[in-house]
């Protein structure tokens, strides 16, 4: 069963990346909605991060626990506010050349005038080229409880979101 939601999730994940190729990161006028679910897109945009590297002696670049804010905004105010994140990354390459490869992962937040969402952000990095690849998967706090939002986040800044709101819990990782 596990074997199955994993593949489930690659199909998920594999399904949006595609249907967002060749697409500008311009902002659907509404959300589409197929009752239950709400798709939504949008943009996330982190400016001022400082990017406090560590090295390790084989070259690997490290962040740790990283805090950062970001700004959502999408079709749909829901899921559009402030974003928080404890982040980290692992890269091998020169970034500031404009070339490396990283897997990064974090504590996510993202937090408006309606409720909250609570989760955790997974992604890879790669330049030159394709930028991040990352996917959220939160749960909703206050005005959101019983809803999670999946948000699979594509490119560099800013960065172009695709997602969607569903009712239930996000799976289990």
């Known amino acids: 069963m596990k074997g199955l939601k994993f593949l489930t999730l690659c199909l ?3 399904l949006l990346a595609g249907c967002g190729a060749g697409t500008s990161p311009r902002l659907s006028p509404t959300p589409v909605t197929f ?3 709400t798709l939504v897109t949008g ?3 982190c400016p001022g991060v400082n990017w406090d590297w560590t090295t390790d002696p084989d070259g690997t670049l490290h962040l740790r626990d990283l805090p950062i804010e ?3 905004t999408t ?5 559009s506010g402030t974003h928080t994140a404890s982040a980290n990354m692992d890269v091998w390459g020169n970034p500031d050349a404009g070339r490396g490869a990283g897997v990064q992962w974090a504590s ?3 937090e408006n005038a309606g409720g909250a969402w609570e989760g955790r952000q997974l992604g890879v990095a790669s330049l030159p080229g394709r930028g991040d690849i990352m996917e959220f998967w939160y749960r909703g706090t ?3 409880e019983g809803l999670s939002y999946f948000a699979l986040v594509t490119g560099s800044e800013p960065w172009k979101i695709q997602g969607q709101i569903f009712p239930g819990d996000p799976p289990t990782p």
């Open 12 to 14: 998920l994940v594999s």
């Open 35 to 37: 009752e239950p679910v």
């Open 43 to 45: 943009t996330h945009q």
């Open 70 to 72: 970001c700004t959502d």
């Open 75 to 79: 079709n749909d105010p829901r899921v």
């Open 108 to 110: 996510v937040r993202l």
């Open 142 to 144: 206050g005005g959101y």
